[in-house]
């Protein structure tokens, strides 16, 4: 069993910047691929950022170039550096794990959610 925690989010202009960090806890993340995903309210969850375990990357329609997604095995955390932000970005930020699963598959262990909101 995965348990995943979000954290970093919070209130920020539009054009500033977020780091989220996903905690692991119960297992090491090393064999997992991790992913970000994003709800904004009344849309559908959105695939924001996956990072597998070899440190391939793979990223939401037009979030290349603005966020970056990474990965520190030795602190068993995921990262989420998001940059230029948009009031578009604003939704709740959740991170995923799968042995399995990077862009595309369903992930077995989700965390909590974390709030981002980018005024404009």
């Known amino acids: 069993q995965v348990q995943l925690v979000e954290s970093g989010g919070g209130l920020v202009q539009a054009g500033g910047s977020l780091r989220l960090s996903c905690a692991a806890s119960?297992?090491?993340?090393?064999?997992?691929?991790m992913g970000w995903f994003r709800q904004a309210p009344g849309k559908e969850r959105e695939f924001v950022a996956a990072?597998?375990?070899?440190?391939?990357?793979y990223y939401g329609n037009s979030l290349k170039g603005r966020f970056i997604i990474s990965r520190d095995n030795a602190k068993n955390t995921m990262y989420l550096q998001m940059n230029s932000l948009k009031p578009d970005d604003t939704a709740v930020y959740y991170c995923?794990?799968?042995?399995?699963?990077?862009?595309?598959?369903?992930?077995?262990?989700w965390g909590q959610g974390t709030q981002v909101t980018v005024s404009s």
């Open positions: 990072i597998t375990t070899g440190g391939s990357t």
């Open positions: 119960g297992r090491t993340l090393v064999g997992y691929n």
């Open positions: 995923a794990a799968d042995r399995i699963a990077t862009r595309f598959g369903s992930y077995a262990y």
